[in-house]
């Protein structure tokens, strides 16, 4: 199945770009969630639009991307979480609560998606985190998993 992404896919594209899935993983789930569109011609036209949005805005942000890189890198992370003996989590630590904590901690508002962390945060401690920016930038800062 030919399809045109409307927002960034890990591992598979970014918005505009055009790629070919399996019938299933596209019918099943990139349409329903909103993050493809079928493909056309007509939609292969909107394409060029989102690509000339897309590269005006990556031209625009690789400055501002370095100097938000430089903040978070800045930052000392502390999130609170509840735990039981032993230091072990009730569950586990969503990105959506880390970027709820660099907010916290003085930093830049995030995207979630964008967060890379080193597999499932299911205990305390120190946890090293990073995040990418832009295609060319990726911030790496220390998350600290304390008791709360």
Do not use: C
């Not at 199945?1 to 770009?17: F, N, R």
């Not at 100097?67 to 630590?93: D, H, M, P, W, Y």
């Not at 985190?129 to 600290?144: G, M, R, Y």
């Amino acid at each position: 199945m030919k399809i045109i992404l409307t927002q960034e896919v890990s591992g598979l594209g970014a918005p505009g770009d055009i790629v070919e899935v399996k019938d299933g993983y596209g019918r099943n789930y990139l349409l329903p969630q909103g993050f493809a569109i079928v493909w056309t011609k007509g939609a292969e036209k909107q394409v060029t639009v989102i690509k000339r949005a897309r590269g005006a805005r990556e031209i625009r942000d690789l400055g501002h991307a370095n100097e938000v890189k430089a903040q978070i890198e800045g930052l000392k992370v502390n999130l609170k979480a509840r735990a039981g003996t032993g230091g072990r989590l009730f569950g586990s630590v969503t990105p959506a609560e880390i970027v709820d904590a660099v907010k916290a901690a003085g930093g830049p508002v995030l995207d979630r998606r964008r967060l890379e962390t080193p597999g499932h945060i299911k205990s305390l401690g120190h946890y090293a985190v990073s995040i990418k920016l832009h295609p060319e930038v990726t911030a790496k800062f220390d998350l600290n998993v304390v008791q709360g």
